[in-house]
Structures are given as structure tokens and as C-alpha cells.
């Protein structure tokens, strides 16, 4: 074999090596994902969650953090889901989702003033965003601006004609 093929030979074998164990922690990254997701379908979440959290340690991916917020909800810890849901919005301030999940865990913990600022933010995002005219008109029901809250749910149905909790609210406010 001439020195020239030789050489050609190494460098090929050597960027193909290098290409095959570029990123390792990437790799981790995703094999945590999925024991995380694995643990959490078999009711493991709070093991679940730590394996997202590994996981961010490599690589921040806005999908994890939706993961561990929803499993944190799930667990009735609204103070370490919005921890979650606030780091979250550091790394990816513009994920509609993660604004949604701030404005449904400020309205569970009662702070209506915060969950009506998350929802600027989410319908500022995204205007026809699911659900974000129902939670918007919940809070309206709630501080007793029935008007303001008929408003919302009609918009809801507007954006999102299966909204079985918006039609509820409209049938029910007939009587009013």
C-alpha cells in the first residue's frame, strides 16, 4: 500500500472513530430521558424526575422540564413545580408551554394576579393557545367578573370548539 492510501486510510478511520464517541454525554442525556420516561409509566416519579434532572445536566431540552413539571404537579408540590417551571423559562423564554404551566400552578396556588400575568405571556406567544381563555375565564369567575368570563370561555370555543369545560361554563351561566 502506497503512504499516500495509508494516510488516507488512518485520517478516514480516525475522523469515523471520532465521529462515533463525539458527544457521549448526549447520549447519556437521552438514555436518561427514557428511564425517566420508563419510571414514570410505572408509577416510579419521583425516581422519574431525578433521571430528567440527570439528564439536564447534559444538554437543557424545554421537553424535560415540561416533563418533570407535569410529574411534580402531579405530585401536589406546586412550590418545587414552579422552581421547575421558572428555571425552565430561563434557558427557553419563549416556550408557550412552560408559560402555561406557570399560569395553571400561580391559579392552584391561588395567586390569580400571577396566573392572569402568566396568561398575557402565553396568549402573547401564542393567541390560540388551548385552554388559555378557559383558565383565563376560570379566574374571571373566580374574582366574580362574570361578564369577563363568559367573554373568555366564548373565546375558548372560539379557538377550541371541543372545549368541553368552556361549554359547560356557558351552559351554566344561562341561568345567570
Request: hydrophobic share 40%; proline share 2%; aromatic share 10%.
Amino acid at each position: 500500500m502506497k503512504l499516500h492510501n495509508k494516510i488516507v486510510v488512518l485520517a478516514v478511520t480516525g475522523f469515523f472513530l471520532s465521529g462515533c464517541f463525539a458527544n457521549p454525554s448526549l447520549s447519556s442525556a437521552k438514555k436518561n430521558s427514557r428511564e425517566g420516561d420508563r419510571l414514570f409509566s410505572s408509577g416510579k416519579i419521583d425516581k422519574a424526575i431525578e433521571k430528567w434532572a440527570e439528564s439536564l445536566e447534559y444538554k437543557q431540552n424545554a421537553g424535560l422540564y415540561e416533563k418533570i413539571i407535569t410529574a411534580v404537579m402531579l405530585k401536589n408540590d406546586l412550590a418545587e413545580a414552579k422552581k421547575w417551571t421558572c428555571r425552565g423559562l430561563t434557558y427557553f423564554p419563549n416556550n408557550v408551554n412552560l408559560a402555561f404551566n406557570l399560569a395553571l400552578i400561580e391559579f392552584y396556588g391561588e395567586n390569580l394576579k400571577g396566573s392572569l400575568d402568566a396568561l398575557e405571556r402565553v396568549l402573547n406567544l401564542n393567541k390560540y393557545y388551548p385552554n388559555a381563555h378557559f383558565l383565563k375565564g376560570l379566574i374571571y369567575e373566580k374574582t366574580g367578573d362574570k361578564i369577563s368570563a363568559r367573554k373568555e370561555f366564548v373565546s375558548e370555543i372560539n379557538i377550541n370548539p371541543g372545549s368541553k369545560g368552556a361549554w359547560q361554563k356557558l351552559r351554566g351561566s344561562k341561568n345567570d
